[in-house]
């Protein structure tokens, strides 16, 4: 191992180990004989690493035998040597004149060392469908491995790391404490004429600060917060200007506390004024429908049932929400703090297993307003897990 001074480690090495075998099973089981990891999320699940270098082309290689490869720009192998729980060895990094070259192209240089390591055959898996993976990437690979077989290996670790251990929910629940905070932190200073972006600089102030409590700070979430006001909550992703809170509008944020990476997502609607009935009518169906869908959250049944059960609270009264109404999270870096594997949706018959951890995601974009009042949970051996312990309901403040 090397001697560098190395950052705190999220887990063992023989937590890493444990992975290790459950991952070669799995690839025994469907005929892969090497994996190569694009997903930063997933890198870090197997390697440990966690910089933020997943602009330029870097991977994790699961090899036939031995400890896992970390393989990426030169200059980001000095992150690798303080965090990945492998050797020097298994750190190879790429010259910088690979880097946005429209001459050479690191994988060029990848395929050259798996032919060094007589890994230059077989069938490899690579995730073709994530977005960190290019097609130029993918060619540059079959070309310089004609010997390979490449197949398709998206979500691969992702369902791996659908059930989290013990150690991954204390994480998420200490990323709950701060997302708690932030929307303390919201309430308490949104009102009529402060600018968004400085209600944003309060949100990530909050995210990110010493917990003197509760012992530990915040990391950067893989999503921005997304506040949109009155007629723009209709549209779900809009982040933020400068101009003034208005009266008489309502505004979601959909942020999430983040801790050693891991993500729990919450939001929560806060109406500048007297909210008009469609959105405190919405709000009753939403939270009844909440209700049920908790209560189907059980399991041994599925990522439908809790779906169709908050669908069917919204249908009785009329309202079409035709989207998902939530989706795994856990271990996660930008764009996007979901695992990419089950959704709650009608029709996904994914079985709930103690550990699963998901967005309950219930928000609602109507053609002029939206409102949104989620929770993040752990599916248990009983009742599911709720995160976060901030109250349900709109906040109204005149």
């Given amino acids: 191992m090397n001697k560098l001074q190395r950052t705190p480690e999220r887990y063992t090495t023989d937590e890493y180990r444990e992975r290790l075998v459950r991952i070669r099973a799995k690839m025994e089981k469907q005929g892969f004989d090497m994996l190569i990891l694009s997903d930063p999320s997933n ?25 896992p ?21 298994n750190v190879i ?27 230059n055959k077989g069938t490899i898996g690579v995730e073709m469908d994530n977005y960190w993976f290019s097609a130029r990437a993918f060619e540059r690979l079959q070309n310089g491995l004609p010997d390979a077989k490449f197949k398709d290996a998206t979500a691969f670790i992702n369902w791996e790391r659908a059930v989290k251990s013990e150690k991954e929910l204390e994480y998420m629940r200490q990323a709950a404490r701060i997302v708690e905070r932030m929307h303390h932190r919201i309430a308490e200073k949104i009102e009529v004429g402060i600018r968004k972006c400085d209600l944003v600089a309060e949100i990530y102030d909050a995210s990110l600060r010493f917990d003197e409590w509760h012992q530990h700070g915040g990391d950067y979430p893989a999503i921005v917060p997304l506040l949109p006001s009155g007629p723009d909550a209709a549209a779900p992703h809009l982040t933020w200007d400068d101009l003034p ?50 209560e189907a959250a059980r399991a041994g049944n599925t990522c439908h049932h809790i779906a169709d059960a908050f669908f069917k609270s919204l249908e009785k009264r009329g ?80």
């Fill in 43 to 67: 890198m870090s699940w197997v390697s440990g690493y966690g910089g933020w270098s997943f602009y330029v082309h870097q991977c994790v290689i699961v090899g036939p035998t031995g400890d």
């Fill in 69 to 89: 490869i970390w393989f990426g720009r030169g200059q980001d192998a000095q992150g690798a040597y303080r965090t990945v729980w492998v050797g020097r060895d």
């Fill in 93 to 119: 990094g790429y010259p910088d004149h690979y880097v946005q070259s429209t001459e050479r192209h690191p994988m060029e240089y990848l395929c050259e060392k798996l032919a060094d390591m007589g890994w």
């Fill in 245 to 294: 809170m208005k009266p008489d509008e309502g505004t979601f944020f959909e942020i999430a506390g983040c801790y050693q990476r891991y993500h729990v997502p919450l939001s929560r609607t806060i109406f500048l004024g007297k909210p008009p009935q469609a959105i405190l009518d919405a709000e009753e169906a939403v939270l009844e429908g909440m209700d049920r869908g908790l």
């Fill in 319 to 398: 309202i079409v929400k035709d989207n998902r109404c939530g989706y795994s999270i856990g271990l996660s870096y930008p764009p996007d703090w979901g695992e990419r594997t089950m959704s709650l949706r009608r029709g996904d018959m994914t079985e709930l297993q103690p550990g699963m951890t998901f967005h309950f995601m219930t928000g609602l974009w109507m053609d002029t307003w939206g409102y949104e009042t989620t929770e993040s949970i752990a599916i248990t051996d009983g009742d599911p897990e709720v995160f976060c312990d901030i109250p349900r309901k709109m906040l109204v403040k005149q």
